[in-house]
């Protein structure tokens, strides 16, 4: 059978909405989808490894990686840079691999102006409440910049309206079904299965 180019799929959220959780989700529930590993000038939290989690970059690595072109986008999040390598991302759609990207708000318009055809998905937590037991359960942020992130949060969910989609991360196994159902509903799209039907 012939196979369409792969899916690429925008999750953003503010931080604590459960982006990390839901993915690992999805990707128990599919093979078909790879996580995208961005790049980073942020500290590693306590078992997170260079190249699974992020690719963690000093300022300056940064910097060069923008100047050879190296990201699809990339945004300043709390005080630390963070961006998505275009090259595996290509290689992996034209291999009819999905992927899906966890990348904040700023980054996610800057994919939509890139690659219009990419389905914006926000995740969103239940409530506020939740949100700050959620990043203070987690326990990785100071309390100085998890107030930042909480902040940022309520701007970002003023853009939720934007976006293509708005799955609610109550239980963690429902929204990645959800999710699933988004990623198998984009890949029926008729623009993209029209080219399956042969008229004899
Ligand atoms: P994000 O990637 O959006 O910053 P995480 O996936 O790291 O968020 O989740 C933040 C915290 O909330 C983690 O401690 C995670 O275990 C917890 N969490 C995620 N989803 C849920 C859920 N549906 N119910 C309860 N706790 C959750
Ligand atoms: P954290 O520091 O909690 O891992 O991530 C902070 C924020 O940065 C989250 O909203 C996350 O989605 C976002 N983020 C992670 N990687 C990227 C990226 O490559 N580009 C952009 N624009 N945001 C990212």
Known sequence: ??????KLIVLSG??????????AELLKRRDDISFSVSATTRQPRP????????????????????????????????????????RPIEEQLAAGRNVILD????????????????PLVFLCPPNMDELERRLRGRGTD????????????????????????IVINDVAEEAAAE????????QCRAADRIEFITEE
């Open 103 to 118: 990348i904040e708000v700023q980054g996610a318009f800057q994919v939509r102006s890139a690659m219009p055809e990419a």
């Open 179 to 186: 999710l699933d159902a988004i990623i198998t509903a984009e």
């Open 142 to 165: 100071a309390e100085d910049k998890m107030l930042i992130r909480l902040e940022t949060a309520k701007g970002e969910l003023k853009l939720a309206r934007e976006y293509d989609y």
């Open 14 to 23: 503010p931080s604590g909405a459960g982006k990390s959780t839901v993915i």
């Open 1 to 6: 059978m012939k196979r369409n180019k792969g």
């Open 47 to 86: 078992g997170e490894t260079d190249g699974v989690n992020y690719y963690f970059k000093t300022t300056g690595q940064f910097e060069s990686m923008i100047a050879a072109g190296e990201f699809l986008e990339h945004a300043c999040y709390a005080g630390n840079h963070y961006g998505t390598p275009r």
